[in-house]
T-cell receptor, first 113, second 108 residues
Framework: DAGVTQSPTHLIKTRGQQVTLRCSPK?????VSWYQQALGQGPQFIFQ???????QRGNFPDRFSGHQFPNYSSELNVNALLLGDSALYLC????????????FGPGTRLLVL | GIQVEQSPPDLILQEGANSTLRCNFS?????LQWFHQNPWGQLINLFY???GTKQNGRLSATTVATERYSLLYISSSQTTDSGVYFC??????????FGGGTRVLVKP
């Protein structure tokens, strides 16, 4: 049973560029959430997708957008990158209906120069 | 929004020692999870524990939801226990709010 997978593992971009990160949820899960973890801090909730719609959003600007596909996989897009967007981006999956453990992927390390 | 505080922020242990990590939260929650983040950044599920006590090997956790805290116990610590331990709660929906973490270093 495959767990949560994310790609790419590492990414280097320059300021102003755009980036797309990808996530495939754990088998049987239909809800995907994205988190940003800056160095030395706990993960911060960006947004959550279920049934291809954004269901909840944290305190992040509109430069952060996402998408969920019919197979439940998801993308996180960040436009007009800033130096402060450098972080570990984590994807988590769970089921919308039940109270169930959230499982995290290995993350994508983004460095903005 | 809900606030989650973890203590201590840093912990240095000698191999074989026992320790207790604490997580306080500011409001009623539907659920609580404990994670271990390894040096490569992977968040590993330790416990899903809205209330009561659970044990898994040398680790155990207790959540007292009415008093808004949870404790993670590490017994007979090993060097592989090093890393950052996070407590995370959710109140509405599936949004997790994390504490700041406890950084644990176990020395041989």
């Amino acid at each position: 049973d495959a767990g949560v997978t994310q790609s790419p593992t590492h990414l280097i971009k320059t300021r102003g560029q755009q980036v797309t990160l990808r996530c495939s949820p754990k088998s049987g899960h239909d809800t995907v959430s994205w988190y940003q973890q800056a160095l030395g801090q706990g993960p911060q909730f960006i947004f959550q997708y279920y049934e291809e719609e954004e269901r909840q959003r944290g305190n992040f600007p509109d430069r952060f957008s996402g998408h969920q596909f019919p197979n439940y996989s998801s993308e996180l897009n960040v436009n007009a990158l800033l130096l402060g967007d450098s972080a570990l981006y984590l994807c988590a999956s769970t089921t919308w209906a039940g109270k169930e453990t959230q499982y995290f992927g290995p993350g994508t390390r983004l460095l903005v120069l | 929004g809900i606030q989650v505080e973890q203590s201590p922020p840093d912990l240095i242990l000698q191999e074989g020692a026992n320790s207790t990590l604490r997580c306080n939260f500011s409001d009623s929650v539907n659920n609580l999870q404990w994670f271990h983040q390894n040096p490569w950044g992977q968040l590993i599920n330790l416990f899903y524990i809205p209330s009561g006590t659970k044990q898994n090997g040398r680790l155990s956790a207790t959540t007292v939801a009415t008093e808004r805290y949870s404790l993670l116990y590490i017994s007979s610590s090993q060097t592989t226990d090093s890393g950052v331990y996070f407590c995370a709660v959710w109140a509405a929906g599936n949004k997790l709010t994390f504490g700041g973490g406890t950084r644990v270093l176990v020395k041989p």
